[in-house]
Nanobody, 122 residues
Framework: QVQLAESGGGLVQAGGSLRLSCAASGRTFSRYVMGWFRQAPGKEREFVGAINWSGSNTAYADSVKGRFTISRDNAKNTVYLQMSSLKPEDTAVYYC???????????????WGQGTQVTVSS
């Protein structure tokens, strides 16, 4: 069982940066692929990106590639989402998720956080 808690959301101007954190409980954090997702009002949940257990490999949605970076610190049981060059269309609730599988994609996540709001003003 893993419990996830996101933090770091807030209001930022377009072009700005924000770093989200996702703290995980449990002693087996390093076993999990960690993903980030987002959901804007009235839209379906969207895959943002994912990172493998060691942090050596990442994958990103085309919409954020080159602007967002995912990293993790297994000693701190934390995964990060560094967001730069933010746009109003990045406004959403951002969720972190964990899965035992190996695919760096949107599929089959077992655990989810409660989400943190990110609002980008124009």
């Amino acid at each position: 069982q893993v419990q996830l808690a996101e933090s770091g959301g807030g209001l930022v101007q377009a072009g700005g940066s924000l770093r989200l954190s996702c703290a995980a409980s449990g002693r087996t954090f390093s076993r999990y692929v960690m993903g980030w997702f987002r959901q804007a009002p009235g839209k379906e949940r969207e895959f943002v990106g994912a990172i493998n257990w060691s942090g050596s490999n990442t994958a990103y949605a085309d919409s954020v590639k080159g602007r967002f970076t995912i990293s993790r610190d297994n000693a701190k049981n934390t995964v990060y989402l560094q967001m730069s060059s933010l746009k109003p269309e990045d406004t959403a609730v951002y969720y972190c998720a964990a899965k035992v599988g190996v695919g760096l994609n949107a599929l089959s996540y077992d655990y989810w956080g409660q989400g943190t709001q990110v609002t980008v003003s124009s």
